[in-house]
């Protein structure tokens, strides 16, 4: 059963696009994030594609907000010596995006 605060959310279009596209089984999103003094740089991440092949406009407060509502959960990962952000839906997530699909029925 889907938590009572899940509905409560309020996400922009974009927001819940993206969470969308996130949670399908065939997305793999990872960032590799270059670390200077305070800043994080992300280094050409300015869109992406979704299954229909529509290219689709990423801004990374997106992610950030996704984050920030524990939709999301981020967990370092190391490919050949270099690390790397793997973002995956959390429970949470998952149960807010049922919640949505069941309210358009």
């Given at each position: 059963?889907?938590?009572?605060?899940?509905?409560?959310?309020?996400?922009?279009?974009?927001?819940?696009?993206?969470?969308?596209?996130?949670?399908?089984?065939?997305?793999?999103f990872?960032?590799?994030?270059e670390q200077?003094?305070t800043?994080?740089?992300?280094?050409?991440?300015?869109?992406?594609?979704?299954?229909?092949?529509?290219?689709?406009?990423f801004?990374?407060?997106?992610?950030i907000?996704l984050?920030?509502e524990e939709?999301?959960?981020g967990?370092?990962?190391?490919?050949?010596?270099?690390?790397?952000?793997?973002?995956?839906v959390?429970?949470?997530?998952?149960?807010?995006?049922?919640?949505?699909?069941?309210?358009?029925?």
């Amino acid at each position: 059963m889907p938590n009572q605060n899940v509905k409560s959310k309020k996400l922009s279009n974009e927001q819940l696009r993206f969470l969308v596209w996130l949670s399908k089984k065939t997305t793999n999103f990872e960032i590799c994030q270059e670390q200077q003094m305070t800043d994080i740089i992300y280094n050409g991440l300015y869109n992406y594609i979704d299954d229909k092949g529509s290219r689709l406009k990423f801004d990374i407060r997106t992610l950030i907000r996704l984050l920030d509502e524990e939709l999301v959960i981020g967990e370092f990962t190391t490919h050949f010596g270099i690390k790397w952000m793997r973002y995956t839906v959390t429970a949470s997530g998952n149960a807010f995006i049922y919640s949505l699909n069941n309210s358009k029925i």
